[in-house]
């Protein structure tokens, strides 16, 4: 008997470093994806901006997710909060951390994936060079595995769909040799929680995302000289 894989997939795409890696990844394992950007109630829209940007470059279809989290409880979304640019401490859940987001995130890509038959799940978490947010931890992936298996329809009847998170435990700098061998447009992403025109160089995202290009030794396009 033919045994056709089902190569669909979803990839959750904001627009930054981590999950432009993870679509050309998902891209080069032969996916066939289309992306879902989230424009959750963000102060900084130019990540959107990006996001799509990413996917025309990439070929893939994007759709844009409206969703409101009026309650905010983040400094990302409620304007009265100025973002942290000292660094965070190490066990310290910072500021910047939204309330349920990758929760959020996740579930409306199960969501879409069940409803457009597709089998994948990418999201382009990091539990190494990151900001210490739990939801991006493999044991949350792992129990939202279980819950997509024992809630979705797809799940009861065994054609679960599978969260793929390639590049959980990479560094920064891994992550930054694994795009550049993907040939990820790094000019197109935006990692910044602050700017528009340059990226601020202080906040959390800047700082990582800095250490991981030196660390690496690529030049970030963005950043000027
Ligand atoms: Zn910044």
């Not at 990839?11 to 992306?35: F, H, K, Q, R």
């Not at 799509?52 to 400094?75: E, N, T, Y």
């Amino acid at each position: 008997m033919l045994f056709i894989m089902n190569k669909k997939a979803i990839v959750l795409l904001s627009g930054g470093l981590d999950s432009a890696t993870t679509l050309y990844y998902a891209l080069n394992e032969g996916y066939s994806v289309e992306a879902l950007v989230f424009d959750y109630g963000q102060k900084h829209k130019r990540e959107i901006r990006c996001a799509q940007a990413l996917a025309r470059v990439a070929g893939v279809p994007a759709f844009k997710v409206k969703i409101a989290l009026p309650w905010r409880g983040s400094s990302l979304l409620d304007p009265g909060i100025k973002v942290p640019d000292k660094g965070v401490r190490k066990n310290t859940i910072p500021s910047t951390y939204v309330p349920a987001r990758n929760i959020i995130f996740v579930s409306f890509a199960a969501s879409c994936a069940e409803a457009v038959g597709a089998r994948t799940v990418f999201i382009g978490a990091n539990a190494v060079d990151y900001s210490g947010y739990p939801d991006c931890r493999p044991e949350f992936f792992s129990a939202f595995q279980k819950a997509l298996d024992a809630g979705l329809k797809a799940g009861v009847e065994h054609r679960g769909i599978r969260i793929c998170t390639p590049l959980l435990k990479l560094s920064k700098a891994g992550i930054v040799r694994l795009g550049t061998r993907l040939g990820v447009p790094f000019e197109k992403t935006w990692s910044c929680y602050n700017g528009e025109g340059v990226p601020c160089g202080v906040c959390d995202s800047c700082r990582l995302r800095a250490g991981g290009f030196k660390e690496a030794g690529v030049r970030d396009p963005l950043v000027k000289n």
